[in-house]
């Protein structure tokens, strides 16, 4: 796709041409080609902004010379917008990236506004006498969607009090928390804060009651002070991950022994809600006293990569965007639309939510003691993790595979964090013993030889591998981890001694109805056909984990999707 001033271009230059030099069908000009803006959404926004892009197409708005401006959406984590917006700041101002570069979004939207703070924060270090990115009163409003606890009716009432976060870090059971509720762990589960806007609410969320002051009164003492009793809480996490509706998804399809409790948006609750299925239990939105109102803003940079004709067709969409017929469909997604004449009407009782909810609004710390949050999680806090990578290195992996997925475990490995622990299992028809790779500086050596040393060659003995894996994670536990085994394979099974059903008993032994709590993460590698997606598909779900295919393309960001999960 070219960037807008291209298309731009064209069109101005027809509109120069004589009259008479024009094609003409009848009466009609030859009309100007549309002109389609790029907007970056965070994922709490992408299927308002989705649904938007189609509504916008059947009419859109037409600058003065007539021309059709058109809306097409990208989403992802917040944390990953305001990376790659760094990213292409940095390339722009410092040199080396084109301002009309195709790759750089014009509009943008992060799921709140302790990531727009964070992107104004960072731009502005690139640019101290610049404010590229708007302040968050000067970027209209779109949709908003408060932080909420999700849980089973029963075990709502116990977190529904002034100190949630301190309770959950002094309990372990929901008892604990309601002498009149059942007796079950505490089960934990929140998007990862590096990639997620409703992670990192939730962690600021968490310190600033801790520490008994309101966000924006935080001190960097503050952040260091509270890090034990952050810990403490993080203790009953059973997965974090980069998508917040993903997570829910998961713990409404693994129920309340594997998360008992998901720190989400209002609108999650809506969406697992609305597609449950019968014998799934429903699950209910209980909101603090205070949490984050988690606004998501249409933000139009201020910049060189935003041209005089992109700016006023963003400010067309962004128009559009607030309209009254437009904000029905952030409504049909579960969110609380900007424009007051829209109600939210899906925010029912009905779907777990309550739109009569009253809460104190919290705002955002200063970006320095942000990222200090961000480090204070990453490095102390955090749950540590164990995974057991499970590598199919067999003859099929020739070609453009193999170095595609050893990229991936590059950059895989790269992310690991300081508390975590990696297991490098490589397999075909033989398997051979792990490389441990700690998180650090220490662990980059011994990984960079085992990614170098795979060679495509032999069978799949792919039902003993995950076995194998599964046994040094049980044989290597420590208390408090994270356990999960991590399987990338392009082929079917092809001389096991163990059997799927086999297989099938061994991991429910160590699964998320056992103490071990292990669970398993299959990714199907190539073209459909070469793995038994069903059999994958089956080995996780069965287990706490979930089946994705990958291709050479988008393996690995799945990876990267994978790392956040621990």
Not at 92 to 99: K, M, P, R, T
Not at 201 to 225: F, N, S, Y
Not at 323 to 334: C, F, K
Not at 484 to 509: F, H, I, M, P, W
Request: net charge neutral.
């Amino acid at each position: 796709m070219a960037r807008a001033q291209r298309s731009a271009g064209l069109s101005t230059a027809l509109l120069a041409l004589p009259l008479l030099a024009l094609p003409i069908s009848g009466c009609q000009l030859l009309a100007p080609p549309p002109l389609e803006l790029e907007m970056l959404v965070g994922s709490a926004l992408k299927g308002f902004c989705q649904e938007a892009a189609k509504a916008i197409a059947q009419a859109p708005p037409r600058l003065a010379d007539r021309t059709p401006v058109l809306l097409r959406c990208r989403a992802a984590g917040s944390g990953d917008v305001v990376s790659e917006m760094e990213s292409h700041a940095r390339g722009v101002l410092q040199g080396g990236q084109a301002a009309d570069d195709p790759r750089i979004p014009t509009l943008l939207s992060v799921d709140g506004e302790i990531y727009l703070d964070l992107l104004r924060h960072r731009l502005q270090r690139l640019a101290p006498t610049r404010e590229l990115i708007p302040a968050p009163a000067d970027a209209p409003a779109l949709a908003s969607s408060p932080m909420v606890f999700m849980t089973t009716p029963a075990l709502a009432k116990g977190l529904d009090r002034p100190d949630p976060f301190i309770a959950l870090a002094r309990s372990s059971d929901h008892r604990q928390l309601d002498p009149a509720g059942p007796s079950q762990p505490i089960r934990f589960v929140h998007t990862a804060p590096t990639r997620s806007n409703s992670g990192l609410q939730t962690l600021v969320a968490m310190v600033a009651e801790v520490a008994g002051k309101r966000p924006e009164a935080l001190t960097l003492a503050d952040v260091q002070a509270h890090g034990d009793q952050v810990a403490a809480i993080q203790r009953h996490v059973t997965r974090y991950g980069s998508s917040t509706d993903e997570l829910a998804r998961a713990m409404q399809r693994n129920g309340p022994f594997w998360a008992s409790v998901g720190s989400v948006y209002e609108s999650s609750v809506v969406a697992v809600n609305a597609s449950r299925q019968g014998d799934q239990e429903p699950l209910q939105a209980v909101y603090p006293r205070a949490t984050y109102a988690s606004t998501m803003r249409a933000i139009l940079p201020e910049a060189p990569w935003v041209s005089p004709q992109e700016k006023q067709a963003a400010l067309l969409l962004i128009e559009r965007l607030q309209r009254e017929d437009v904000q029905r469909l952030a409504a049909d997604q579960g969110l609380r639309p900007a424009n007051p004449a829209v109600p939210p009407s899906r925010v029912t009782a009905a779907y777990g939510a309550d739109p009569r909810a009253v809460y104190d609004s919290l705002r955002a710390p200063k970006p320095v003691v942000v990222e200090a949050i961000i480090t204070l999680w990453r490095n102390q806090a955090k749950k540590p993790s164990r995974v057991a990578l499970v590598v199919d290195s067999s003859g099929s992996m020739k070609g453009e595979k193999l170095p595609a997925a050893q990229r991936s475990l590059q950059a895989y490995l790269a992310q690991i964090g300081p508390r975590d622990t990696v297991g490098l299992f490589d397999f075909d028809n033989r398997l051979r013993p792990p490389v441990v790779v700690t998180g650090g500086s220490t662990g980059g050596e011994p990984a960079g030889r085992f990614i170098a040393s795979l060679d495509a060659e032999g069978g799949t003995v792919l039902y003993d591998a995950i076995r194998q894996g599964r046994d040094w994670l049980r044989s290597t536990r420590r208390p408090g981890e994270i356990l999960a085994v991590v399987v990338l394979t392009d082929g079917q099974d092809n001389g096991s001694r163990l059997s799927l059903e086999g297989l099938g008993g061994e991991l429910k032994r160590s699964g998320f109805a056992s103490d071990e709590r292990i669970g398993v993460f299959t990714m199907g590698y190539g073209n459909q056909g070469d793995f038994d997606a069903d059999v994958l598909r089956r080995i996780a779900e069965s287990n706490g984990g979930d089946f994705t295919t990958g291709t050479a393309d988008s393996i690995r960001r799945r990876m990267e999707d994978l790392q956040m999960a621990f």
